[in-house]
C-alpha cells in the first residue's frame, strides 16, 4: 500500500522524481555510469549544476544581481554563515524570534556580534507570530523564519524594516509566490519541497556581500563559493541532482502559482475539518497558521491511540507532533497529493463517528 | 558497453551498491516508502547511522575513546574545524605541505592561529613525500594528507612525533590497513573508498577535545556532533546510507585487509607496465607512487590523442591528470575490478605495438 506520507522532513517527494532518480543511480543520462560515480567537473554534472540553478532562478523569479549557491551544512550551518558575511565588527543585527529554527539562528549571531531580538512570541510557546514587526533599529539585518515547522505557524506578509531582510525559508521555499527583490539573503535546507537532505540553496544579493570588515574563514564565506559556481569543492552531487528534478517537476506542473494554489486548497480541507470536527483543536493563532504544518490536537487525550491505530489503517504516515508541542502534526509539502489529506479528513470524521 | 571508471573521485562504487541504492530510492526496507523521503530520526534511518558507525569502527578496528561521526562540507570544511578544535589559543599547530589539499589545510589553520610547515614537497611539484619527518616541536597537532590524488604520491608510513597526529585521509581510507590508535583525528571526504558526495567521515579521539579555550561556533565543534549523534542537523541520508552499503560490501569481501591485497595488485600490474612500455614515464618517485592514483604521461606528446582514442575504444573513463600536472591519472580505488587495471595495461600495450 502507497503510504501517505505527512512526514516533517526530509518528506514526501514526487513519485516521478524518485523513479528518475532510482534509474540515475543506475545509469546516468544513458551514459552506462551511475550519476554518483562520475566527476562532478563533468560535463553530465555541471550541466546538472546549470539546470538546477537556472530552475530556482525561472520558478522565483529572480531579478539580476543576485547569486544562487546550492551549499552544505543545513540551514545550521548558516546560521554561521549569515553574521560573518554581513555583519560589521561593529554593527548590530535584528531577529525575529518566532521558535526553536530562530533560536538556534540567534544563538550563532550572538557568537558573532550584537544581536537585538526585535520580536518574540516564546511567551506562548510560539503559537503566533508577532504583530506589527516595524524595525526602526539601525540594523545591518534583520532575520526571521518565514515558516515554523515545530509550531505550524507561518508569516503571511514580509516583515517592515529599512535594513537588509534575511529569511531562513527553509519549510516554505517553492510553496508560494514571494517576492525576492525585498531580501537581501535566503537560504533553505532541500530536505522539504527542493528535494533530499543534503544540500542547502543559497539566494544571495551581490552587492551586500564584502562589506563587514571580517575575516571569513574560506568555506563560510559566500564569495568563495559564487566564484566557483557551488564546486569550490565537491558538491553533493545526488542531492542537487534530485532538486533538480523536483524543481523541473514544479515547473511541468505550472509553477509555484500553481502549487501555491494546491497548497491552499490542501491547508483549507484540513483547518475547516479541525474546525468543524468537536473531537479535534488546533494549536496556533487562526491567522497565522502555516499551509505547510498543520498542528493539532485531541482535545481528549485518551482517543490518541484509536486515532492512531485508524492512521495506520489507512497508511498514514509521520503525523506525530514535535515533541516539544505534543499532538499532530500533518505536513502539506508540494509532492503531498490532495487526495492524501482527504484521507486524513476521512479518518478524523470517522473518529468522530465513533466517538460522539 | 559498462566502462571501466578510473575517475579520480566521486568514483566508481561497487555494482551491487548501485543495486540496493536504486531500489531504497524506490521502496526502503519494503516500506512503501523511498529511503529519501523519511524521517532521519525515524528508526530505519537510526538503524541505518548505527549500522555505518559500527562498521566503520569494525573494518579500522578502532579502539575504544574514539567518536564516529558523519558531517557535512568535505574535507574542506575539516580544514577549518582542524584548527577550531585542537589549536590552543597561544599554541602551534603543524603541517606536512605534499600538495593542494595540504596547502588549502594550511591556509585555513593561519587563519585561526600560529602554523608551522614541518616539512615541503613543493619545491618539485609535490612528486615526493618529504622524508625523515620528525617533528620535535610543541605542537598542538601535527597534519598530513595521507594521499595526494592529484600528483599520485602516498605516505608508506606514519610521521614520526610526539604530537597529536592528524590526517586528512579522504582518498585512501578502507584501501589499506591502518593503526587508528596512533591518530588523535582523522577525517575523510566519502566520495573515494566509502560512497557518494555529501558526507565527510571524522574519527576523533574524545580526549583531545576540549582544550583549546577557544569559543568555537556550533556547527563546527565535533562535540555538538558527539553529544547528538551526528544528527544535530538533518544528516544526508542518501551519502550515509549509500556509504553504509559501501562498508557492507568491503566487510564481505573479506575487510580492509583482503581489500589492501587487491589494491597491491592492481597498481602493481599498472606501475609494471608503465615502468616496462618505452611510451610511458611515472610522474613521481618510485618509492612514493600512490596505489590509489597511479600519474603517468607519454614521452612523446603527439601520441596522446591516439590513445585517448584507443582508451575510448574500450570503455576507459577517467583518465584524464590534474590540470596542475598533466598527462594520465588512474585512480586505482576499492570497487575498480583488476579487470579494468588489464584492459588498461592492455590498451597501453597495444599503443606500443603500434607506435615502436
Redesign the interface.
Known amino acids: ?3 501517505h ?1 505527512f ?7 514526487p513519485e516521478e522524481v ?2 528518475k ?3 540515475a ?2 545509469n546516468f543520462n544513458n ?4 550519476l ?5 567537473r563533468s560535463e553530465p554534472f555541471i550541466n546538472v549544476m546549470n539546470e538546477a540553478k537556472s530552475l530556482v532562478r525561472e520558478l522565483l523569479n529572480i531579478p539580476t544581481g543576485y547569486s544562487i549557491l546550492f551549499l ?6 548558516e ?2 554563515m549569515t553574521p560573518y558575511n554581513l555583519l560589521s565588527l561593529n554593527g548590530t543585527c535584528g531577529y525575529i524570534n518566532t521558535g526553536i529554527w530562530s533560536k ?1 539562528a540567534i ?2 549571531a550572538k ?1 558573532i556580534g550584537t544581536t537585538l531580538i526585535i520580536a518574540d512570541s516564546s511567551d506562548k510557546n510560539y503559537s503566533y507570530i508577532p504583530e506589527n514587526i516595524n524595525s526602526q533599529e539601525q540594523l545591518d539585518y534583520l532575520h526571521y523564519t518565514s515558516n515554523n515547522t515545530i509550531y505550524g505557524t507561518q508569516f503571511k506578509d514580509y516583515p517592515k524594516t529599512d535594513s537588509i531582510l534575511v529569511c531562513d525559508m527553509s519549510s516554505d521555499i517553492f510553496s508560494k509566490k514571494i517576492d525576492v527583490s525585498k531580501f537581501g539573503l535566503i537560504y533553505a ?1 532541500a ?1 522539504k519541497n527542493m528535494g ?4 542547502t540553496l543559497v539566494i544571495v544579493k551581490d552587492n551586500i556581500l564584502g562589506r563587514t570588515g571580517r ?1 571569513i ?4 564565506d559566500y564569495t568563495t563559493h559564487i566564484n566557483k559556481d557551488s564546486m ?8 542537487i541532482y ?1 532538486s533538480m528534478l523536483t524543481l523541473k517537476w514544479l515547473k511541468g506542473k505550472g509553477g509555484v502559482e500553481y502549487i501555491e494554489q494546491i497548497n491552499n486548497q490542501k491547508a483549507q480541507k484540513l483547518y475547516e475539518e479541525i474546525d468543524r470536527n468537536v473531537l479535534f483543536k488546533g494549536l496556533v493563532k487562526d491567522k497565522d497558521r502555516s499551509n505547510m504544518n498543520v498542528t493539532f490536537k485531541l482535545n481528549n487525550k485518551e482517543l490518541e491511540s484509536v486515532f492512531d491505530s485508524l492512521c495506520k489503517t489507512v ?1 498514514i ?2 503525523l506525530k507532533g514535535h515533541r516539544s508541542v505534543g499532538g499532530y502534526r500533518a505536513s502539506l509539502y508540494n509532492a503531498l497529493p490532495l487526495k492524501s489529506v482527504e484521507v486524513l479528513v476521512k479518518t478524523m470524521q470517522n473518529l468522530e463517528k465513533n466517538n460522539k
Open positions: 500500500m502507497k503510504k506520507n512526514s516533517a522532513g526530509p518528506c514526501i517527494l524518485l523513479n532518480a532510482s534509474q543511480i543506475l551514459n552506462n555510469l551511475s554518483i560515480e562520475i566527476s562532478h552544505q551544512g543545513g540551514a545550521s550551518l546560521f554561521l538556534k544563538h550563532e557568537s535546507g530536505q533530499p537532505a543534503g544540500t575575516k574563514p574560506t568555506m563560510l569550490f569543492n565537491t558538491p553533493p552531487v545526488f542531492s534530485v497508511g504516515n509521520g
